[in-house]
């Protein structure tokens, strides 16, 4: 049936009216696209390139050259030399292991540093670089630069790594770097981004350690242009970093390399100390290692058998080893009777050989006794009943309070790792620490530095210095920090009697140099030089009543553990003090034996600053130290080798 034409009409208009309003509507889209589609391209332009250029652009870390280190002559210490690597960055490399695959066909890949490899790429970010191949040689990185197109994300690298060219020497001292590890991550609040990149080297002991701060450096930054795959393309720009400060030691490189070669053998320490400056110019502890070993990684084997060592090389006994400091300490004990006014210069003490001391036996190391002692010659024969005796007169407090005066007990502030304090004790350290009360038999034994008393080798070179001088000369490691001078805190007058002190170093002069002294046979025969020191013996067992009846076993008839401790101090010239010297033999057996010579030999370098002339010794030993003279200067570094270069 035909619609009429009225309806034809109505219906054309409605579907008009519907198209116009759809083409509105269209037309304004389109519109509103277009506009958009200015204010992208125009307004917005300069934004969606730096976009774009940021998909194709990466930022990297240039981590800075590490702080160099010198004696205080210059020669250098610590190091940075150039080093090839291998990199990958996981984001780049696609398929990691195929990579890998093709990589170890061209160098060849150390199983344990790919398996740290492995784990970095994935636990650390896709975009950060991680280091497959370390110390690898010129040839290999040439092959790797060849083959890079089918080798995404792996870059050839040159760094820096740390070298350590006077080797043992300085290991306990400078110490050594090592990757950072997850504990050294903890130990920092907020760590630098630098620290997160793999196999990046801190310091781990020593200065090294101490210093991490100065020494490291800022990181700079380049931009790389990567293409669609992730390869390298160029570098646009870089921002260098901040290179870590050089610092320069006290140390005298010439006679810590000096000191290691004589205490060769010897489990031992040695401290130098200038007695105006606190400057410490040799801290040695024997036996040493190569620090080098650990910048690259050391193998189980050579750490076990650094452990396993009865010598124990690997902690530095200068400033940790913690030990009865014997008969040295006897300059302390006198100081503060004679202060006190306990006892007067004359006055003597009859030593028939021991000491009743409530029901106790209190023995000298001399069984028949030395007689009526006074001050002088109870130091210069280094007889112990005379201490026992004012001591019990004195009372522990004004020794542990002239003890600590002298530096004994003090924990010096040095820029070494686990610097010990040693122990000087008290009623209330006891007290504190033991839950015992103080007894008169704890003063004794401590009169003659034995019980309860520690002191470090190098807190027996501060006491020594501080006789001397009668000041608080404090030791100083650090000479200048990028040629800056650092400035030296005039030490403080000390306060003791000088007459009395004047007598004290009296009888020290002749503990080496008077016949009756226990250092005779260690003297030194040039007047200039003349030293003036204290031996020292402290004994690590116990000598029971069946063993002192029949006899005490001598040390050489000991198992080396069980012998005792050997101790020497000394500063020289005895009129016009340079240096102070402390010496300490692990069951070196005895004072005067074992670490007086060591102390001469060493005084007499280190106030020459060479091997000394013969005529500087007792005739009788000229022959002797002829033989040891040669047989040290073939021990030592050769001077001309890279170690010798001044700054």
């Not at 931009?223 to 006290?250: C, F, H, K, W, Y």
Request: hydrophobic share 40%.
């Amino acid at each position: 049936m035909r619609r009429p034409p009225k309806d034809n009409a109505e219906s054309q208009r409605r579907i008009t009216r519907r198209g116009l309003i759809v083409g509105g509507a269209m037309a304004g889209f389109v519109g509103l696209l277009a506009l958009r589609m200015r204010f992208m391209q125009v307004e917005q332009a300069d934004q969606f390139r730096l976009l774009a250029d940021e998909n194709r652009i990466n930022i990297r870390l240039i981590p800075p050259a590490r702080g160099r280190i010198f004696d205080r002559d210059g020669a250098i210490v610590a190091e940075n030399v150039p080093s090839y690597r291998i990199t990958m960055v996981r984001e780049e490399a696609g398929d990691v292991d195929e990579v890998i695959s093709r990589l170890a066909r061209l160098v060849e890949l150390d199983p344990a540093e790919l398996e740290r490899a492995r784990r970095a790429l994935n636990e650390l970010r896709g975009d950060t670089p991680v280091t497959i191949a370390d110390r690898v040689t010129w040839e290999d990185i040439s092959r790797v630069a060849v083959n890079t197109p089918a080798l995404p994300g792996v870059t050839p690298e040159v760094g820096l790594s740390r070298r350590y060219p006077q080797g043992p020497d300085y290991a306990h001292v400078v110490g050594y770097v090592g990757p950072v590890s997850e504990r050294d991550l903890e130990r920092i609040d907020a760590p630098d981004q630098l620290l997160l990149i793999p196999r990046f080297q801190i310091g781990k002991i020593g200065l090294e350690a101490r210093q991490e701060d100065l020494l490291r450096g800022k990181a700079g930054t380049k931009r790389v242009e990567v293409n669609a795959s992730g390869r390298v393309m160029r570098e646009l720009d870089r921002v260098e970093g901040e290179a870590g400060a050089d610092v320069q030691i006290t140390i005298d490189n010439d006679l810590q390399s000096y000191i290691h070669a004589r205490l060769y053998g010897e489990s031992a320490a040695a401290v130098v100390m200038d007695c105006e400056t606190g400057d410490l110019l040799a801290c040695a502890s024997a036996p040493s290692f190569d620090p080098n070993l650990f910048v690259r990684g050391i193998s189980v084997a050579d750490y076990q058998a650094l452990l396993d060592n009865k010598y124990r090389p690997l902690p530095n006994k200068a400033v940790q080893g913690m030990y009865p400091p014997g008969s040295t300490f006897k300059m302390v004990t006198a100081l503060a009777a004679l202060e006190d006014g306990q006892v007067d210069l004359n006055e003597t003490v009859y030593c028939p050989g021991h000491l009743e001391v409530s029901g106790r036996r209190f023995h000298c190391w001399k069984r028949s006794g030395h007689g009526n002692m006074d001050m002088h010659g109870s130091l210069v024969e280094s007889c112990d009943v005379y201490y026992y005796d004012v001591a019990l007169r004195t009372g522990i407090e004004k020794i542990s309070a002239m003890a600590r005066r002298l530096g004994l007990g003090e924990q010096f502030d040095l820029p070494l790792t686990s610097v010990a304090a040693g122990l000087m004790p008290d009623r209330d350290w006891k007290r504190a620490n033991r839950g015992e009360d103080w007894v008169i038999g704890d003063s004794v034994n401590a009169a003659i530095g034995q019980g309860f008393v520690l002191s470090t080798p190098l807190q027996l070179a501060v006491m020594t210095a501080r006789l001397a001088t009668n000041r608080a000369v404090m030791p100083r490691l650090v000479k200048s920090i990028d040629g800056v001078e650092q400035p030296i805190r005039p030490p403080e007058d000390l306060g003791l009697n000088e007459n009395i002190l004047r007598e004290v170093r009296k009888a020290m002069f002749d503990v080496s140099n008077h016949r009756r002294g226990t250092a005779y046979s260690s003297r030194i025969i040039e007047d200039a030089f003349r030293m003036a020191g204290k031996t020292g013996t402290s004994q690590v067992r116990n000598i029971t009543a069946a063993e002192r009846a029949r006899g005490v076993t001598r040390n050489a008839d000991l198992p080396w553990e069980r012998r005792d401790h050997a101790l020497y101090v000394n500063y020289a010239p005895y009129d016009a003090p340079r240096i102070a010297v402390a010496v300490v033999v692990e069951h070196g057996g005895g004072g005067s034996t074992a670490a007086a010579p060591i102390a001469r030999d060493i005084t007499l370098q280190a106030l020459y600053g060479e091997d000394p002339p013969l005529a500087a010794y007792p005739a009788k030993d000229r022959a002797r130290i002829e033989t040891q003279q040669e047989e040290l200067r073939r021990a030592r570094p050769d001077p001309s080798r890279d170690g010798s270069d001044r700054a």
